[in-house]
T-cell receptor, first 117, second 111 residues
Framework: DAGVIQSPRHEVTEMGQEVTLRCKPI?????LFWYRQTMMRGLELLIY????????DSGMPEDRFSAKMPNASFSTLKIQPSEPRDSAVYFC???????????????FGAGSRLTVL | AQSVTQLGSHVSVSEGALVLLRCNYS??????LFWYVQYPNQGLQLLLK??????LVKGINGFEAEFKKSETSFHLTKPSAHMSDAAEYFC?????????FGTGTSLTVIP
């Protein structure tokens, strides 16, 4: 298995631009999580999906952030417009269904490092 | 709500010395417990997990952790530190789809 795949690995953009981060979860996993990591705030859960449905988006900072999961193999996190304070590493993680092999374990992607100038 | 506390944001050990990273969780119901490791510019990688059964759990790279319900602890240990163990370590607890991460402990290994 290729694991959780995120793109782009690095993104540098200017304030006000739209940013789209992409994630492909592990095949067969039915839960997908978006996290943000910064030095100041550590690892923060932004949103998670179960069976493609957003379950908890209470961690989404504000309306500039949106996430979608149109199907079981793809999710996006969009920031529009981006601001310098959005600079962080964004991680996607997926988890298999309960009672399945590997259930209850989050598998992380390598992350997307975003820099907003 | 669940919470996870990692004592010590920075730990330094000499190469070959014992590694001990502390983690406590708060819950009346023992959750599933995990340790993850993060190397620079990489994602979090699972070191080991406790779900049910044996309370001493062995993981990759010679690490192990012991679940102690009476102390609500899940400390991570390794008998002999190696230079390659230098990384950030995260303790986590989960109940269902809720995952709670500690703030991380940065491990430095001194040659």
């Amino acid at each position: 298995d290729a694991g959780v795949i995120q793109s782009p690995r690095h993104e540098v953009t200017e304030m006000g631009q739209e940013v789209t981060l992409r994630c492909k979860p592990i095949s067969g996993h039915n839960s997908l999580f978006w996290y943000r990591q910064t030095m100041m705030r550590g690892l923060e859960l932004l949103i998670y999906f179960n069976n493609n449905v957003p379950i908890d988006d209470s961690g989404m900072p504000e309306d500039r952030f949106s996430a979608k999961m149109p199907n079981a193999s793809f999710s996006t996190l969009k920031i529009q417009p981006s601001e310098p304070r959005d600079s962080a590493v964004y991680f996607c993680a997926s988890k298999g269904p309960n009672r399945a092999s590997g259930a209850n374990v989050l598998t992380f992607g390598a992350g997307s490092r975003l820099t907003v100038l | 709500a669940q919470s996870v506390t990692q004592l010590g944001s920075h730990v330094s050990v000499s190469e070959g010395a014992l590694v001990l990273l502390r983690c406590n969780y708060s819950s009346s119901v023992p959750p599933y417990l995990f340790w993850y490791v993060q190397y620079p510019n990489q994602g979090l990688q699972l070191l080991l997990k406790y779900t049910t059964g044996a309370t001493l759990v062995k993981g990759i790279n010679g690490f192990e952790a012991e679940f102690k319900k009476s102390e609500t602890s899940f400390h991570l240990t390794k008998p002999s530190a190696h230079m390659s163990d230098a990384a950030e370590y995260f303790c986590a607890a989960s109940t269902g789809n809720q995952f709670y991460f500690g703030t991380g402990t940065s491990l430095t290994v001194i040659p």
